[in-house]
């Protein structure tokens, strides 16, 4: 057994020794018991003793009976040696055992510490995968706890946003609905505005007329015009200034500029109603430019631009002045084909310009050079008629005295008609032309294209009179050439006229002479 010690046959002199001093002690006893230890017998005691005492016989026989004691001690001593020794081997051996029991335990206990030690690899494993797995259940805790908040966060921010998104959601609802308010008002104001506005435009247009470049009838017609406009004034401005597409209010204060001169404003405002797409305000452009007429310098081939715009923009008085700059070559080459196709477009559209020229180029090849007329036809009474009819319609009275002596005499292709002839005469007898009230009474008094009726005649010979533009003696017509005399019937009803009215003095006798002349021009001078 390791650690435990041994003692070999030859040491028993060395434990003997040691034994001895612990029993006898220091000094010569210490000696005695070395000698005697030391394995020389009795037989070497006395001498030994006696050498050592140095005494006699009597030291000798105490020394003896010493030795004999000390050899008893010694026997005593070498039993309780050998008690000891086998107390000792006994020990040893105890130890022997416990030192193999011990290392046997030790061997287990190192069994057990590896056995320990494993199975602490095992728990610490154990623990460690434990440990992990509740680390990994702490972060996945952990981790959900963080997902949760995170969730919870998201939530939040979700109801946030919810909340944001319904406040602003509120709040735009609410500023849409105040724009969609703000924005029916405004329509509706703007409704109302546009309403009164359009209004505005049909009064101007009702009070003034269509927007027209055509030059007026008559004098009468161009006053009646000015009037209008200035009637209509105020509704064309508002018109003008509400709706700027109003073209034909644009036009009208154009018009109404240019009567009073301001010529600048007045482009300004054809302009605006040229691009609102009025034909006429074109055609009245091209006359500034056509007549340089200030502020605006002569330019003629800007003009036929814009005369040939609105032509196609469906204009008569464009059509009828580019086909008299076609006539003329101005501007534009000389062209009677041309020009006979543009006076026909503006006559169709009701110009009664267009219509009387044309009209006129029909009865006698007007603006047609000779040598073109054949092939255009001319002349043509028979095609004048209707435009000479459509524009005495229109007003222009010479047209309908031209259709009266058309159908008085006649003309190649057209008979001489009465009928028409009295019509056309009281068409301009109707229209207050005192030589027409004349004539329509002698025609009355000779049954001329009518039903003769003296009292009737009478009555109309008194009307032309009142007016003032005819004179007694020259107011009838004429037969074949010769004034006819007076109808007997109707003079005598004329002079009962006048002596009605306090004018004739003499006999009703139905000759008109000199008191029944006088009578008359007294008439026509009230």
Same mark, same amino acid.
């Given at each position: ?154 939530? &939040? ?150 005369? *040939? ?156 009179? *009142? ?43 139905? &000759? ?13 001078? &009230?």
């Amino acid at each position: 057994m390791a650690g435990t010690r041994r003692y070999r046959p030859g040491q028993l002199y060395d434990l003997s020794r040691e034994f001895a001093v612990f029993r006898i002690g220091f000094g010569r006893s210490f000696l005695i018991a070395t000698v005697l230890g030391s394995g020389l017998g009795s037989g070497l005691a006395g001498p030994v003793l006696a050498q050592v005492t140095g005494g006699g016989a009597d030291d000798a026989g105490q020394a003896a009976t010493l030795v004999e004691g000390l050899l008893a001690e010694e026997a005593e001593a070498r039993a309780a040696a050998r008690a000891a020794w086998d107390a000792s081997e006994t020990a040893d051996a105890a130890r022997d055992a416990a030192a193999a029991e011990l290392e046997r335990r030790e061997a287990e206990a190192r069994a057990a510490r590896q056995a320990a030690q494993e199975a602490i690899a095992v728990l610490s494993e154990a623990i460690g995968q434990r440990q992990a797995a509740e680390a990994r259940i702490e972060d996945a805790a952990e981790a959900a706890a963080a997902e949760e908040l995170e969730a919870e966060a998201r939530q &939040q921010a979700a109801r946030q946003a919810e909340a944001e998104a319904a406040r602003l959601a509120e709040e735009e609802a609410a500023r849409i609905a105040a724009e969609e308010e703000a924005a029916r008002q405004a329509a509706e104001a703007e409704a109302a505005r546009r309403t009164m506005a359009e209004a505005a435009l049909e009064r101007c247009i009702a009070v003034a007329g269509a927007p027209s470049a055509e030059e007026p009838i008559s004098e009468a017609a161009q006053r009646a015009l000015f009037r209008a406009l200035a009637e209509a004034r105020g509704d064309c401005v508002e018109a003008a200034r509400d709706l700027p597409e109003a073209g034909g209010a644009l036009f009208h204060l154009g018009t109404i500029a240019q009567a009073t001169g301001e010529h600048r404003q007045a482009v300004r405002f054809y302009e605006r109603a040229a691009e609102a797409g009025v034909g006429a305000a074109l055609t009245r452009l091209g006359d500034y430019h056509n007549f340089g007429i200030r502020p605006v310098r002569e330019d003629v081939a800007r003009a036929v631009e814009f005369y *040939e715009e609105a032509v196609a923009a469906g204009d008569p008085a464009a059509a009828a002045t580019l086909a008299m700059m076609h006539r003329l070559g101005r501007g534009v080459p000389r062209d009677p084909d041309r020009m006979m196709a543009l006076m026909q477009q503006g006559a169709e559209a009701g110009y009664h310009f267009a219509q009387y020229r044309l009209a006129q180029t029909y009865l006698t090849g007007e603006g047609v050079p000779d040598d073109a007329q054949a092939a255009l036809g001319l002349p043509d009474p028979v095609s004048a008629i209707p435009h000479l009819a459509g524009a005495a319609r229109a007003g222009n009275d010479e047209a309908a005295r031209d259709l009266a002596r058309l159908y008085a005499t006649g003309a190649p292709g057209l008979n001489p008609n009465p009928a028409r002839r009295f019509r056309w005469t009281e068409f301009l007898a109707d229209k207050g032309d005192a030589p027409a009230m004349a004539l329509r009474a002698f025609f009355i008094e000779q049954g001329i294209g009518t039903e003769r009726d003296p009292e009737r005649a009478a009555a109309e010979y008194v009307r032309a009179l *009142e007016t003032g533009g005819v004179d007694p003696e020259s107011m009838r017509g004429t037969v074949n050439g010769v004034v006819p005399p007076w109808d007997t019937e109707t003079a005598l009803a004329f002079q009962r006229i006048l002596q009605e009215r306090g004018l004739y003095l003499g006999a009703l006798d139905a &000759q008109v002479g000199p008191g029944t002349l006088g009578a008359a021009r007294a008439l026509s001078q &009230q």
